[in-house]
């Protein structure tokens, strides 16, 4: 991710990866590289809508049975949220960022002496590539890069450390939350792991997804405009066009 940035810190004009790959590689390899860039943010909405349904459904009703409805409401607020661009994303993110934090650090006091180490010595070969998506999908943040060009604007010198810290400190938190929640329920934890802690932690857990969903909003929405020359409002439309065919 380091070399990511040193390209867009190189580069004078904006863009997202497509564009950047355009740039310098080709543009056979821009259309190459669209396509598994939009296929891959689009998952990662569509996965991070049903996270969120079901977690707002399990705080309003106490069960998951509303999901697809608590999901589609959260889309309609996060497509208001998201019309006016990086000026929303700027604002917002500090508080979401907070919240992740707030999360691990409450579940750290509250359950550390309820951990049953037992649970975490389970160890079953046949599983062993089995979380390895999900792994690389929680760490895949190259399309934030260029972003942070953009929000660290006048400030690039800072670009490095930025990286560099954003990379260790997401692998502390993943560590600590995967010991705490693996410690207290092993097996029989919900697949919205923070579901299994009650809705105070839901509702924080919420927040968790919702900064990573405008993250991935924004690379989607940046993509259409500054390498496909869309404006701010077609840019917008196209994205949730396409999210829900």
Not at 116 to 134: E, M
Not at 167 to 189: A, D, E, H, K, M
Not at 228 to 238: G, H, R, S, V, Y
Request: a positive charge.
């Amino acid at each position: 991710m380091d070399g990511l940035g040193e390209i867009c810190l190189s580069t004078k004009t904006t863009h997202q990866i497509p564009g950047y790959a355009s740039k310098y590689l080709g543009k056979k390899t821009k259309i190459f590289i669209f396509l598994a860039s939009i296929f891959g943010l689009y998952a990662a909405l569509i996965a991070y809508l049903l996270g969120e349904g079901e977690s707002l459904s399990f705080l309003l009703t106490s069960g998951t049975n509303y999901a697809l409805l608590a999901g589609l409401a959260f889309w309609f607020i996060v497509t208001g949220i998201t019309f006016k661009g990086i000026r929303s994303f700027k604002k917002i993110q500090p508080l979401a960022v907070l919240a992740v934090f707030l999360v691990v650090f409450l579940l750290g006091i509250f359950s550390w002496n309820k951990i049953n180490l037992t649970n975490l010595t389970y160890f079953n070969p046949s599983y062993l590539f089995f979380p390895f998506g999900v792994i690389l999908f929680a760490f895949l943040g190259t399309s934030s890069i260029p972003e942070m060009r953009r929000v660290l604007e006048k400030n690039e010198k800072l670009m490095k450390k930025a990286i560099i810290i954003g990379s260790f400190i997401p692998l502390l938190v993943y560590v600590l939350f995967t010991i705490i929640v693996l410690g207290l329920f092993g097996s029989q934890v919900e697949e919205i792991a923070t579901i299994s802690f009650g809705k105070a932690v839901t509702f924080l857990g919420m927040f968790t997804m919702f900064t990573a969903f405008l993250a991935l909003n924004l690379a989607l929405q940046d993509t259409y405009r500054f390498d496909f020359n869309l404006t701010q409002k077609k840019a917008w439309f196209l994205l949730y066009l396409f999210l829900f065919l």
